[in-house]
């Protein structure tokens, strides 16, 4: 790293984690300084990213440095120490609004083109696309994943366990998937002997479309094809449409719009399609007239059809005869199928589960619901979930273990590296991926509309991930399995890599090998009698693992302590899940109370010190580190998180009482005593003036908040929101 390069790097977001940095940020330099650690940020936002992206569209003074493509640079040194914040991983209503904001605040971006005909409406709608989705996310993670529940946080949440719904035997809940024609049956993988560049095209009556060319493996790459049929897909929509009526449940669909920014929008859009079928039967030519796009779901397309009051009134003749939709908000009449983000499923599945399979209504209430998940790769760990839940009853938080997680993500591991290789098909034919030798890797017989793509996983990631495996079991002697499945052909080919290196180093005792859904069973099994377990996963099941069990143990996956162990030595300390980010931003907005837990950040941040002592040998970091983890425990100990309601102790107040057990922790420890007698004088000021700060973040509460924007606020507008404590500035500086 350089000498001008900060040693630890602070990323800059978006939504509620942003908004609780302009609080916490300040004091984490401050206390940093004192050990001669220098803490600086990187824009990795939604909106710095689309202004990184337009340069030539703006002035000097406007221009942003593109900071995502310098942290892709530096999380591939040796001694990069980056705390990651949940960004806003971008679909395509969020990306069009924040653009328009960004114009508004006079920031001359080009219009986001919906149906680009121009080359040069497409070369815009080219750099558009590389910021929606999880685009920043398969920059940073040079390495493996390693989540778990930081000790302190675990022993908090059995001591003070969480209200969890009640589960009956006879609840109507239940999971709906594909079975046959969608991803999970027509994939095909394969493991290279050698590097190989490979083209993929698509061959018709008509001739040969190149799709993608170029796209280069190294040896030992898992590379994988498969296809979803657009007319499996209507026909298993249509019919859970129909059973979820026959039923009397609530119809929900839970896909990841945001990660799987080019399949799931498509999928997204055969739902909106099917529920509103006899509409679009009847008027589909009048509204892609209108441009409407089913895609950007119902919302866009009621903006869209607005001043149609034909079209509007068979939409609600067609709502009339449909089942009940589960609700995002209710009271604003927002439905599931509204908004392609608004609906994650790693986030809506395990609340839903929590809640004892109830979702909420358009009634307002809760309701037995039909959870719709079309593919069928990892739905059955939410169908296993359900039915464990029905015939055992809730877990009980109190006396429940816990269930870590390593998990393969290094170098776009899997199907969240999908993008650049995931097309909707133009024309039936056949799609194959040919090697640069003229082999035929992969090729699949497929109908227009289809939902192709492919993923790989590379040798040197899978190796680490198996290894860290392998250092976890040790460190703790949990059980440990890996979640594959030996008849889904991805998984088959981790499993030739998994088995030889277990046996070569002498552990293949210690590890089970089962599929998910057997998995899942297992997992709740061993942490219901109050034991621990280690899920070793792939990339997606990584990201809804870490969501489902923190739900279930911790009532939230924020809390989670996430290490990624980058594969050149450098550490990337996560903070937690940002999905429930935009209903806090818009209660400050409201009411000037920002709900937003920074517990995840200050996990993060006491690894980040005590890597950086390891890594640069400064023994005051590794004390500044101990200190964080003894304020942690202080603000589960003393109660001191954010409460839902406005008028009581928000984020601001967590990070005055964090400030405060921090500076007490270090004046009171003697393994270095400069640290002590510096932090002294602090801890007194902070302790002397409570009742004056405490005052002060009380006052600020109540009225509406003027940020200056929601994707790209005010600078100086969000400072004065986040620290409205003069007393308390003054001490921090």
């Known amino acids: 790293m350089s000498d001008t390069t900060p040693d630890i790097i602070y990323t800059k977001v978006d939504e509620a984690p942003e908004l609780a940095s302009g609080s916490l940020l300040p004091i984490i330099q401050k206390f940093a300084a004192a050990a001669g650690v220098s803490v600086g940020t990187k824009d990795i936002s939604l909106a710095g990213r689309i202004l990184a992206t337009f340069p030539e569209a703006l002035s000097a003074e406007q221009q942003q440095s593109d900071d995502l493509a310098a942290l892709g640079e530096l999380v591939k040194q040796p001694d990069a120490n980056v705390i990651k914040l949940p960004n806003i991983s971008a679909s395509e209503p969020q990306l069009v609004a924040a653009v328009k904001e960004l114009q508004e605040q006079g920031y001359a971006l080009p219009d986001y083109p919906y149906s680009p005909s121009t080359d040069a409406e497409k070369a815009v709608r080219a750099k558009y696309d590389t910021i929606k989705g999880s685009a920043v996310n398969p920059v940073l993670r040079e390495g493996n994943s390693d989540r778990r529940a930081a000790a302190a946080v675990k022993k908090f949440a059995q001591n003070n366990p969480h209200r969890m719904g009640t589960w009956s035997a006879d609840s109507k809940t239940r999971v709906a998937a594909m079975d046959g024609d969608d991803f999970f049956s027509n994939e095909k993988s394969a493991t290279l002997d050698k590097a190989a560049t490979a083209k993929i095209v698509l061959e018709t009556a008509d001739g040969e479309t190149v799709l993608k060319e170029g796209v280069s493996y190294p040896e030992g790459t898992v590379v994988d094809a498969t296809f979803m049929s657009a007319a499996a897909l209507d026909a298993f929509l249509a019919d859970e449409i129909a059973k979820t009526k026959e039923e009397g449940t609530l119809f929900s669909l839970h896909m990841k719009a945001t990660m799987m920014k080019v399949s799931d929008p498509i999928i997204f859009g055969h739902a909106v399609k099917q529920w509103l079928k006899p509409v679009f039967d009847k008027y589909g030519d009048k509204m892609a007239e209108l441009g409407v796009n089913a895609n950007g779901g119902l919302g866009s397309l009621l903006e869209r059809v607005k001043d149609e009051p034909e079209i509007l009134k068979a939409i609600e003749e067609v709502r009339a005869e449909r089942p009940p939709m589960y609700m995002v908000d209710s009271d604003r009449g927002i439905t599931n199928l509204h908004v392609p983000s608004d609906v994650i499923i790693d986030a809506s599945m395990p609340a839903l589960i929590r809640a004892g399979g109830k979702g909420w209504g358009p009634d307002g209430k809760e309701h037995d619901t039909n959870c719709v998940i079309p593919d069928n790769s990892y739905a059955p760990v939410y169908d296993a979930s359900i039915e464990f839940f029905k015939k055992n009853g809730a877990l009980n938080p109190a006396t429940a273990g816990t269930v870590q997680n390593i998990g393969l993500m290094a170098q776009k591991a899997e199907e969240y590296g999908s993008h650049p290789t995931t097309f909707e098909m133009p024309k039936a034919g056949t799609v194959k991926m040919i090697l640069d030798d003229g082999t035929v890797l992969h090729a699949h017989d497929v109908a227009e509309g289809d939902i192709w793509r492919s993923a790989s996983a590379r040798k040197a990631p899978i190796e680490d991930w198996v290894n860290l495996a392998i250092e976890r079991q040790k460190a703790t002697g949990y059980r440990s399995i890996f979640w594959l499945d030996a008849n889904r052909a991805h998984d088959a080919e981790l499993i030739a890599y998994v088995k030889p290196i277990l046996e070569a180093k002498g552990v293949a005792d210690k590890f089970e090998i089962m599929a998910p859904r057997d998995a899942t069973i297992a997992s709740l099994e061993t942490i219901t009698k109050g034991e621990n377990t280690i899920a070793i996963t792939g990339n997606v099941l990584r990201d809804y693992l870490t969501d489902l069990f923190p739900i279930l143990e911790l009532a939230t996956s924020a809390k989670m302590l996430s290490i990624v162990k980058l594969m050149n030595g450098g550490g990337l300390f996560e903070t937690g899940a940002g999905g429930s980010a935009p209903k806090h931003v818009q209660q400050l907005q409201k009411e000037n109370h920002l709900r937003w837990d920074s517990l995840g950040e200050f996990c993060a941040l006491g690894e980040s010190f005590k ?123």
């Not at 942690?632 to 003393?638: A, F, P």
């Not at 500076?663 to 409570?690: C, G, M, T, V, Y």
Request: charged letters at 25%; zero cysteines.
């Open 611 to 733: 890597f950086l002592a390891d890594q640069k040998d400064n023994a005051k970091a590794r004390v500044l580190g101990e200190a964080v983890e003894v304020a942690t425990q202080g603000i589960l100990d003393h109660d001191r998180s954010p409460s839902r309601k406005a008028g009581e102790p928000d984020n601001r107040d967590s990070h005055y009482w964090f400030a405060r057990y921090w500076a007490e922790a270090l004046a009171a420890q003697s393994d270095d005593p400069e640290l002590a007698a510096h932090f002294a004088p602090i801890a007194k000021a902070l302790a002397d003036n409570e009742s004056a700060i405490v005052s002060e973040l009380a006052d600020a509460q109540g009225n509406p908040a003027d940020l200056g924007g929601y994707y790209h606020g005010d600078a100086d507008k969000v400072s004065s929101v986040m620290r409205p404590s003069a007393t308390l500035n003054g001490i921090i500086g």
